[in-house]
């Protein structure tokens, strides 16, 4: 039985891995369809505890889904077996273009293709955001609360995890007055600073070292919160300025590859690996800035359910989720600016959109079309 479901583990997410263009948010909608709509593991209620879980602790957010999916599926084989299948595709990619990266010194033309899936990624989002939404608001507070925190994300006042910790305190305060005030037992909370890995100590620059290479990607998976912008952040201050290892060009090309490529953004580091030391380079880089992620959600899943049977514990987590929803729907609409500068790109992500509410078409069949139609347009 359990043999059996570490078996579908793996098949679902090397295709989730596989055709998971578009970064965290398109990831989360994928697996949604997936296993929320298709194969029904879980519920939708479930499944929104648990990506307001993987916001409130360090590490790729979308990655840290996968292996809570693996968890709740196959226990810990199951962790492992859903984290590995969908950052291996990834991998795999990633370490092919940078062989071609290396030899040739600049990005491959097939990059474009990878673009082109965007506006269906778009649609994807919409269209998990849509069902989502419908779930998690249920209550006029929430819908404020929603609204609040889309707002915020797009003004940008505060970082994400402000914003979270925010909405989801302030719904949970509100609850706590509304019922009066009393003595609500059985709070369960995650206290970040006790998960949170030292930063790695001073390293002196050598010629590429294997271990301190680790513990450069290490660092970053172990205290990131955020995008993979924020990350270049991490990587300049150690790649470019303290080691001197990459340039800042390299550097920005080496982000461009792990957000356009399927999968983790975070395969940036698989990129950067294989540039520096090959391909024992790329999987001690990939290994490092991944490894904390399985950590955190070994450690942070048996709280959940604690967390939503505690009624001042659960309304924050409900606050968390709504608020979870707007920073999607605000990278959305972020990426909608950025990306959809012409009419065929608007067309297609409107297109996608009406196929995949009305007519409930598969996703990988609408990526796949898309990624054609950018290969000879382009």
Known sequence: ????????LAVVFLKLGTIG???PAAHIALM????????????REAFLDLVGATNLIPGPNSTELAIHLGRLRAGVPGLLVAGAAFILPAFVIVCAVAWAYVRAGRLPAVMMVFRGVTPVMLAIVGQALIGLARTAIRSRLLAMAA??????????????????FAVGLGVGLIRWIRAGGGRIGGVAAFTLSGLIAPTAPGLVPVPVSLTTLFLV?????????GSGYVLLAFLRADLV????????????????????????????????????????????ATAGIFLPAFVFVWISAPLIPAIRRSPLAGAMLDGVNVASLALM??????????????PMA?????ASLILLVRFRLSPTLLIAAAAVVARFTR
Do not use: C, H
Request: glycine share 10%.
């Open 21 to 23: 263009f578009g970064g």
């Open 241 to 284: 300025e303290r080691l001197g290892w990459l340039t800042s060009a390299q550097l920005v090309d080496a982000i461009v590859v792990g957000q356009v490529t399927p999968g983790p953004v975070f395969t940036t580091a698989t990129f950067i690996g294989y540039v520096l030391g090959g391909l024992k380079g790329a999987t001690i």
């Open 329 to 342: 729907a605000a990278v959305t609409v972020t990426l909608a600016r950025s990306t959809l500068l012409t």
């Open 217 to 225: 990607f290490l660092k970053p998976g172990a205290l990131l919160f």
């Open 32 to 43: 949604e369809d997936e296993v929320v709509r298709r194969r029904r593991w879980i519920t």
């Open 1 to 8: 039985m359990n043999a059996g479901r570490l078996r579908e």
């Open 346 to 350: 608007v067309a297609i992500a409107v």
């Open 147 to 164: 609204v609040l925190a889309f707002v915020a994300a797009l003004m940008r006042p505060l970082n994400e995890l402000a914003i979270l």
